[in-house]
């Protein structure tokens, strides 16, 4: 890596800039405009945002980008004092391992961190996050600092037990924002109420938001299933329009 510092912020701060305002708006779109006339998913929490949430996200999470950015200076130290390397030789079996793995890490990283944040000395940092009743696209970075800083260290430990490709360090946080979408679209995107599968996590996030404890997991509902804290599906089916836990047109 023989980037200078600056550059690596620069590049780093942009990179997540991208990531946020791009599946940010396409999330918004799908959700509010493809989707709803195609006759496919429901909205499921159709409270009014409150004053000024939407602004209130995005200047979070501007913030939590620029944090971002600069934490990009830790992988970019661990690979320059040797501490971490990256894989010169790849190919497609192992570039989707290294996915695997990465997904997995980042479902227990997620798990145990927003326990740790669930608890009385972090939880006044979580709050802020959670003060999007009802969630949106843009809520995906809206957090404190405290937080930011705790969910950024999500590549930290894989890159120092093992080189991976950089095609799946670079995936690691679009995959995360994709994931980070689904769970506050406040959309469920299937034909079926409650959606089986990973498009169950979409209603499991927004009834995270809803009832706020439990559901604490993403993607996979394993962690919760083991430690008890899982939310019943229809928990917050009196915040759905009236017909939407039928069927799929809403
Ligand atoms: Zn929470
Ligand atoms: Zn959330």
């Known amino acids: 890596m023989t980037l200078p510092p600056w550059q690596v912020v620069l590049w780093a701060t942009l990179y997540f800039a991208a990531l946020y305002f791009l599946t940010g708006a396409l999330t918004g779109w799908l959700t509010q405009s493809l989707l709803p006339r195609m006759g496919l998913g429901r909205v ?33 130290w661990l690979l320059r004092s040797g501490l971490a390397g990256l894989a010169t030789q790849t190919s497609a079996p192992r570039i989707g391992i290294e996915f695997a793995a990465l997904f997995l890490w980042n479902e227990l990283h997620f798990y145990l961190c927003h326990r740790l944040l669930h608890t009385r000395p972090l939880r006044r940092f979580h709050a802020h996050h959670h003060r999007s009743l009802t969630p ?20 930290i430990l894989p890159m ?6 950089p095609i799946a360090l670079f995936g690691l946080p679009v995959m995360s924002i994709v994931l980070n979408n689904l769970g506050h679209a406040n959309y469920e995107f299937s034909r079926r109420a409650p959606a ?32 008890g804290t899982t939310i019943a599906a229809g928990a917050a089916d009196h915040l759905a329009a009236p017909s939407s836990g039928k069927d799929s047109r809403e």
Request: proline share 8%; glycine share 10%.
């Open 44 to 76: 499921l929490d159709q409270r009014p945002l409150r004053p000024g949430q939407l602004r209130r996200e995005i200047a979070e999470s501007c913030g939590s980008i620029l944090l971002f950015g600069f934490g990009a200076l830790v992988p970019w």
């Open 136 to 155: 949106t696209p843009f809520s995906t970075y809206a957090f404190h600092p405290v937080e930011a800083l705790l969910l950024g260290s999500v590549p």
């Open 160 to 165: 120092l037990v093992h080189d991976f490709s």
């Open 196 to 227: 089986g599968g990973p498009l169950a996590a979409s209603r499991r996030h927004h009834l995270h938001h809803a009832v706020y404890h439990g559901n604490y997991g993403f993607l996979l509902d394993v962690f919760d299933r083991l430690a």
